[in-house]
């Protein structure tokens, strides 16, 4: 691993006083110290000139302004000081980009991240965001980035890196919509009580494939039983499923389990918010299964679907906040709970979008999950399938991949060539 080069890279004009502090919004407050790690790989041996990169960095920054700020050690306010965010040049020497699509083995996703930014803790007194672009051996390049969850959520996260890549190719974009300066601002009125999530090297990490075709089988399965189910249930089921059975097998018995599902609540509020809302917005709902019995696919997609319909409601913003509010002590008992299961969906194809200037990546992802029981999805690249990220206990995973049922609706993605 050679570093070409490594500085922070500060908004290109400075942040507004009346800007320059501002407290994190509710859910904000509520969200998880940790930084989400977003992986996207390029073919092209065309790039883009290093300066184009950081100067449109600097540029996206103003308007992103949160982003190249510092948290206070009071854990909720934002000093928008312009101290920039990291960003890395470097090249991998004798390691191809088609090695790394064989084998996106952990090891070499460290190297694709700033030292220290892969699933980093908090962010009080570090920088919000950190990226690298890493050149591999004869062409094709990563670019990475590692977002604190304080600031942004993953349709946040997209729509900074869309908004990036924009001013990259020259294009110009409407400034966002900062969540935390532009919704009522509610205390908690009491101290959240701190949620740690266990991250172990232990667990491992599967990517799994449902094309479209598997879908549409999926879909025929519970057909009678559940009315359009959508890609999204259906797939979350079936993993639900099988991490139940498999542990059933490891445990020597049923266990009682929650699902917890995320869901970005932008569109689902009486009054929509814009798409490039920036901030986190999203809120869950949970699945709980006492018996086995109530594990089939259809009775959980059936649980699922209900789930997101008891989010939308049609509620004003201000008292879906206050229900927040109301419920959100009750979080941290998600997180004591041994036999939880955790999901989100990175919604849409727009991670696909990334063009700074040399077309889009052949891949993207998140890296190595280093939670148990978390299942990530997301789009594949033609819309019409899935492609979930999957970290399980190794003995667990062991029997979830072996699931005759997952084996039957989808394909492990070994490769990506």
Not at 257 to 267: A, D, G
Not at 361 to 388: M, Q, S
Request: proline share 4%; hydrophobic share 40%.
């Amino acid at each position: 691993m050679e570093i070409i080069s490594k500085e922070i890279i500060k908004p290109s004009s400075p942040t507004p006083h009346h800007l320059q502090t501002f407290k994190l919004s509710l859910l904000d407050q509520l969200t998880l110290h940790t930084y989400a790690p977003i992986i996207l790989l390029y073919e092209s041996k065309i790039t883009t000139s290093i300066d184009v990169l950081k100067k449109s960095l600097s540029q996206t920054l103003t308007k992103y302004y949160p982003f190249a700020g510092r948290l206070k050690d009071d854990g909720i306010t934002v000093n928008c000081n312009d101290e920039g965010v990291v960003f890395v040049e470097a090249k991998l020497l004798g390691y191809k980009l088609s090695d790394f699509l064989q084998d996106p083995n952990y090891e070499t996703q460290r190297l694709l991240f700033p030292e220290g930014y892969l699933w980093k803790g908090s962010c009080i007194g570090y920088a919000f965001l950190a990226a690298q672009v890493t050149y591999f051996d004869g062409g094709g390049m990563a670019v990475t980035v590692s977002m604190s969850h304080k600031v942004a959520d993953a349709p946040s996260l997209g729509v900074f890196l869309s908004d990036w890549a924009a001013v990259a190719r020259g294009e110009v974009r409407p400034a966002p919509l900062i969540l935390a300066t532009s919704i009522p601002s509610l205390d908690l009125a009491y101290t959240m009580p701190e949620i740690v999530i266990e991250m172990s090297e232990a667990c491992v990490t599967k990517r799994f494939v449902f094309d479209a075709g598997t879908i549409s089988r999926l879909r025929r399965s519970v057909i009678g039983l559940v009315e359009n189910p959508t890609k999204i249930g259906l797939v979350t089921a079936l993993l639900y499923r099988c991490a139940i059975a498999s542990s059933t097998v490891k445990t020597g018995g049923f266990r009682n389990s929650t699902l917890i599902q995320l869901v970005n609540m932008r569109q689902r509020l009486a009054a929509q918010l814009p798409e490039n809302s920036v901030g986190n917005f999203t809120w869950y709902f949970t699945t709980s299964n006492d018996r086995e019995s109530k594990t089939s696919l259809g009775n959980l997609v059936v649980q699922l679907k209900k789930g997101i319909k008891e989010l939308r409601d049609n509620l004003r913003l201000e008292d879906w906040l206050i229900r927040v509010r109301e419920s959100a002590y009750n979080v941290k008992e998600l997180f004591d709970n041994l036999d939880v299961y955790r999901c989100s969906h990175v919604r849409g194809g727009s991670f696909y979008q990334m063009d700074f200037g040399w077309g889009n990546p052949k891949w993207c992802t998140i890296a190595d999950v280093l939670v148990k029981n978390t299942f990530i999805l997301y789009d594949t690249p033609d819309g019409d399938g899935v492609e979930a990220v999957v970290s399980l206990e190794e003995e667990h995973m062991r029997l979830f991949q072996s699931n005759q049922e997952l084996l039957q609706f989808s394909s492990i993605a070994r490769s990506r060539i």
